[in-house]
């Protein structure tokens, strides 16, 4: 079955305490990216890759590390997250096929931090 | 520099009726990709098309149909015959550059109510 996959789906933690969410796809995408929804904001996008070993600065990158080292996986690392950073997170991985894209979401992390 | 708006915050009409979501645009690009997504109450992102600003013709899918017009930089989504099943936040979003190596910004959403 294509999905996306993320770890972990809720997390609560402290200011300043490092924590990864993992994304991973099983579709062979070239394409992956990572969003945040707030109430009132809306969807912004954080980083994205067109590639291993490529990526690149969304809309609201502050705050936030990627690495594409494979293809499949796409994790997002917060080095110190602060409490403006508690979201819903979202991963998606994307293909195309001539002048068609399909894109795939993964189910979010809630993310509180404290 | 980019932006997408959706003036319509929330819609609420009778199921069986058609609805149309509005998304206006703005960019300096001439080449640039429009997407539309959707949310459903349980929380979960949707795709549902992308279309390629050189790409003006309409799309339809089903009960849904998109309407791109590059002379009023729009690029809205019409439901038809509305079902409850479509409620939901629709979002709107652009992405500059054709090859999709730039990043994607969205409309702040149209929370829509189909009434049973």
């Known amino acids: 079955e294509a999905q996306v996959t993320q770890n972990p789906r809720y997390l609560i933690t402290v200011t300043g305490k490092k924590l990864t969410v993992t994304c991973s796809q099983n579709?062979?995408?070239?394409?992956m990216s990572w969003y945040r929804q707030d109430p009132g904001l809306g969807l912004r996008q954080i980083y994205y890759?067109?590639?291993?070993?490529?990526?690149d600065k969304g809309d609201v990158p502050e705050g936030y590390k990627v690495s594409r080292k494979e293809k499949r996986n796409f994790p997002l690392i917060l080095e110190s997250p602060s409490p403006n950073q508690t979201s819903l997170y979202f991963c998606?991985?994307?293909?195309?096929?001539?002048?068609?894209?399909?894109?795939?979401f993964g189910p979010g992390t809630r993310l509180l931090v404290l | 520099a980019q932006k997408v708006t959706q003036a319509q915050t929330e819609i609420s009409v009778v199921e069986k009726e058609d609805v149309t979501l509005d998304c206006v645009y703005e960019?300096?690009?001439?080449?640039?990709?429009l997407f539309w997504y959707k949310q459903p109450p349980s929380g979960e992102l949707v795709f549902l098309i992308r279309?390629?600003?050189?790409?003006?013709q309409n799309e339809i899918s089903g009960r849904y149909s998109w309407n791109f017009q590059k002379s009023t930089s729009s690029f809205n989504f019409t439901i038809t015959a509305s079902q409850v099943v479509d409620s939901a936040v629709y979002f709107c979003?652009?992405?500059?550059?054709?090859?999709?190596?730039?990043?994607?910004?969205f409309g702040k959403g149209t929370r829509l109510h189909i009434l049973p």
């Open positions: 998606a991985s994307s293909f195309e096929q001539g002048p068609q894209e399909t894109q795939y």
């Open positions: 279309r390629n600003s050189f790409d003006e």
């Open positions: 890759s067109m590639n291993v070993e490529v990526t």
């Open positions: 960019t300096r690009d001439t080449t640039y990709y």
């Open positions: 979003a652009l992405s500059e550059a054709g090859n999709r190596d730039d990043k994607i910004i």
């Open positions: 579709m062979n995408h070239e394409y």
